[in-house]
């Protein structure tokens, strides 16, 4: 059974950068499209970027320009690079893999999730 853990998170003040990196273990995950999703304390989960199994790559508007998703599907392994953070940046994050094509911006569309990582964003 693939599980993913991630790591990197962290306090950083704004306008820093921070890397995650989430590893699957226990099957590959080269077929998948692997999202990271972000959650503050009393909101929602939400989507933050996804890179589908052909390398296509999509950001959530609030992180557009800043953040870049990458894979390596040799070592298993999906990055965020954040940079230029700010305070509202802070949050839960977390992996997340899927076998669907469509709606991968909605977290109804992956089953396989990490166990987060916390960022936290000083001003």
């Known amino acids: 059974q693939v599980q993913l853990v991630e790591s990197g998170g962290g306090l950083v003040q704004a306008g820093g950068s921070l890397r995650l990196s989430c590893a699957a273990s226990?099957?590959?995950?080269?077929?998948?499209?692997m999202g990271w999703f972000r959650q503050a304390p009393g909101k929602e989960r939400e989507f933050v970027s996804v890179?589908?199994?052909?390398?296509?790559?999509y950001y959530a508007d609030a992180v557009k320009g800043r953040f870049t998703i990458s894979r390596d599907n040799v070592k298993n392994t999906v990055s965020l690079q954040m940079s230029s953070l700010k305070p509202e940046d802070t949050a839960i994050y977390y992996c997340?893999?899927?076998?669907?094509?469509?709606?991968?911006?909605?977290?109804?569309?992956?089953?396989?999730w990490g166990q987060g990582t916390q960022v936290t964003v000083s001003s």
């Open positions: 997340a893999g899927s076998a669907d094509r469509y709606d991968l911006r909605s977290p109804r569309s992956y089953y396989l």
């Open positions: 890179i589908t199994w052909t390398s296509d790559t």
């Open positions: 226990g099957g590959t995950f080269s077929r998948h499209s």
